[in-house]
């Protein structure tokens, strides 16, 4: 008995008659193909990765290539900088230099002159045999003097050089960085702060055109939590990305080309929209879940909630400003390639929000 229990489906927990050789799981022939396209799915995600990366690099080049003019005249203020900063260093050395040999070969000019006239002035005297006690008393003194004025002489004993930090003296401010020049340059989303980069490149990918544009036209902290003023701002608007950042950080949502104008009141049809998560608790990389083949029951334009994708696959309600009543019943008309059921996008079907933005194609 306990050998057909682990032998059941993973998913649906009837027989399981194919093992998966990578996880260990089994399937039945339904969930298998299924698991089977979620592994396509991820690696088919490795080669986009891969095909962006080589994007990035190419816009990289591109920008490098487009400032290298002001890159040669950085390159050009740094030689100037070395050329100036080595005449300051020998000037400064010289000077030096000069100090210690005027303390080392003084300048005896005066002294030598001093010593000079007193020796004459002795002479004289002597030859004269002209001189008293004051005479002798004042020629000692001056002698004296002479010889003072010779032992002053500073002798230098060492030399002190202060350090200097030549990583402070000169430093390289950079710019942007290879995201912000995607950001500020090929921002698709313009005009939110829940997508990142990665985020916007891959919804495009799942819309099917890495580089279209996109507008913000609805975001719940900045327009309010109010489901009237979110059909205001984003009825007429298709086709339209939703974007939910869930309290505990997650990010997912849907696509629709349908119009959320509530007139109708009855759930849309279209074979084009979908749900995705971007950021989960079970570490599910950006995924894409399709609705059923038919494309029924896709979106819900309900006037009294927000989007409504689904029967209650995602459920937002907007009702009286109301962020902690919203619920996930997926999967009911999109199809899981993951196999975590309503605990896909934020790990519990219960659901609060802390932001929901809204996209439409930017005019």
């Known amino acids: 008995m306990a050998e057909l229990e682990q032998q059941k489906c993973t998913n649906c927990k009837k027989m399981g008659m194919i093992r998966c050789d990578g996880c260990t799981d089994r399937f039945c022939s339904i969930h298998f193909n299924e698991h089977r396209h979620y592994l396509d799915t991820c690696f088919e995600q490795v080669c986009i990765d891969r095909d962006a ?26 030689t100037q900088w070395e050329e100036d900063t080595l005449k300051i260093v020998r000037q400064t050395a010289e000077r030096a230099r000069q100090q210690v040999n005027k303390c080392v070969i003084p300048d005896n000019t005066v002294v030598e ?49 202060t350090s200097i930090d030549f990583s402070t003296l000169i430093q390289v401010i950079t710019g942007t960085s290879l995201k912000n020049i995607l950001r500020e340059e ?52 298709c086709p339209t ?47 894409k879940y399709p609705i059923n083949s038919e494309g029924t029951n896709a979106i819900l334009p309900s006037f009294v909630t927000g989007p409504i994708f689904g029967f209650w696959d995602i459920c937002i309600n907007l009702q009286n400003h109301d962020q902690h009543s919203s619920f996930i019943s997926f999967p009911s008309h999109y199809i899981d390639l993951t196999g975590k059921g309503n605990q896909t996008f934020t790990g519990s079907n219960g659901l609060s929000f802390i932001d929901i933005e809204m996209y439409s194609l930017k005019s």
């Open 186 to 237: 090929n921002q698709l989303f313009v005009g939110g702060t829940l997508l990142i980069t990665d985020h916007q490149i891959q919804l495009n990918k799942f819309y099917g055109n890495q580089n279209q544009k996109w507008q913000l036209v609805y975001k719940s902290t900045q327009n309010g939590f109010d489901s009237k003023i979110c059909h205001q701002l984003c009825d007429n608007q």
């Open 53 to 78: 990366l080589y994007e990035q690099i190419n816009i990289l080049n591109s920008t490098i290539s487009s400032n290298y003019p002001q890159i040669t005249s950085l390159i050009d203020e740094i």
């Open 113 to 161: 002159m001093e010593l000079k006239n007193l020796s004459k002035e002795l002479q004289r005297r002597k030859e004269e045999d002209n001189y008293y006690e004051q005479d002798i008393e004042k020629l000692s003194k001056k002698l004296g003097q002479i010889q003072s004025d010779l032992n002053v002489q500073p002798i230098p004993t060492h030399i002190h050089i």
């Open 241 to 287: 990305f939703t974007i939910i950042q869930s309290s505990e950080k997650y990010l997912f949502g849907g696509y629709t080309t349908v119009n959320w104008n509530s007139q109708g009141k009855h759930w849309g049809f279209d074979k084009h929209t979908f749900l995705f998560t971007l950021t989960n608790p079970h570490n599910i990389p950006p995924t």
